[in-house]
């Protein structure tokens, strides 16, 4: 049974940090890319971060670029999100995806049932 679990959210003051992490279970992880998404209430999904498979590449949205280090441990079948400097902004249900692409148009993805993030005084 396919499972991406993640933990970690929470509430933080702005300015401060938190690491969300995502267990994988049921599925050859090292094989997919890594990706973080983020819901913010009244708002489209947003991809947050991406990481490949190897964990040589990544990239991050503008608004985080800079604030936010995504990272995976293939031995603990693991992805992580290091979030620093923490904006209200940053406020969201955090979703963790798992992708393999066939080909450009044909891929198999997972989803986590999310952590909410929420940053406020």
């Known amino acids: 049974q396919v499972q991406l679990v993640e933990s970690g959210g929470g509430l933080v003051q702005p300015g401060g940090s938190l690491r969300l992490s995502c267990a994988a279970s049921?599925?050859?992880?090292?094989?997919?890319?890594m990706y973080w998404y983020r819901r913010a209430p009244g708002k489209e999904r947003e991809l947050v971060a991406t990481i490949s498979s190897s964990g040589s590449n990544t990239n991050y949205a503008d608004s985080v670029k800079g604030r936010f280090t995504i990272s995976r441990d293939n031995a603990k079948n693991t992805v992580y999100l290091q979030m620093n400097s923490l904006k209200p902004e940053d406020t969201a249900v955090y979703y963790c995806?798992?992708?393999?692409?066939?080909?450009?148009?044909?891929?198999?993805?997972?989803w986590g049932q999310g952590t909410q993030v929420t940053v406020s005084s």
């Open positions: 049921g599925f050859t992880f090292s094989s997919y890319a």
């Open positions: 995806n798992a992708k393999q692409y066939y080909s450009t148009s044909y891929y198999i993805t997972y």
